[in-house]
């Protein structure tokens, strides 16, 4: 869908850490973030899921089945997501919300690495070859990482970025997966 374009890494962390941690409070004491940011986020992916992951009654949070079925899923996905960053999960979750990345930024960089060139994924994504240029350098400098090589007859990746293929290529997979599934 159109939101799972822009959906954060740092949103699919949190809410995996509020299933860890058995409610919003432990999860926004474990990630350092405020517990509105973490009831945002679990709110955006509920949304972007169409379900409820959790049910507030009587002042605690109770888990739906769909969140049960999903768990380890999404524990999945936001190991993924850690991995991006390239740091150990209490990290990752403050870099994450520090450096946002979202899942839009990861897939178009794989597709820029899979075709080997910026003009013709731009073309094949039909978004503005400048544009995608500019969200390359800005992943780069959120990851703090050199992620491509460039030169006259195109783009390869640096040895980061091979790494960092196969890692968005299981998210892409995962993240589609739990998008039909739910």
Request: glycine share 8%; net charge positive.
């Amino acid at each position: 869908s159109g939101q799972s374009r822009i959906m954060r890494l740092s949103t699919i962390m949190l809410c995996d850490l509020v299933l860890q941690e058995d409610g919003i409070r432990a999860a926004a004491r474990r990630s350092g973030a405020p517990p509105s940011t973490v009831t945002a986020a679990l709110q955006r992916l509920e949304a972007e899921l169409s379900i409820p992951l959790v049910r507030r009654s009587g002042g605690k949070l109770a888990f739906s089945i769909q969140s049960e079925q999903m768990r380890s899923a999404l524990t999945r996905l936001a190991t993924l997501c850690c991995r991006v960053y390239g740091q150990p999960p209490d990290q990752a979750i403050r870099a994450a919300q520090e450096r946002l990345v979202t899942l839009e930024a990861l897939f178009r960089l794989a597709e820029v690495l899979r075709v080997g060139s910026i003009r013709k994924a731009a073309l094949h994504m039909n978004i503005g070859q400048p544009q995608l240029t500019r969200d390359l350098g800005q992943l780069e400098q959120r990851l703090g990482r050199a992620l491509l090589l460039r030169d006259r007859r195109g783009v390869s990746a640096t040895d980061i970025g091979i790494a960092l293929l196969d890692i968005i290529e299981e998210l892409q997979g995962l993240w589609t997966a739990i998008s039909k599934t739910a």
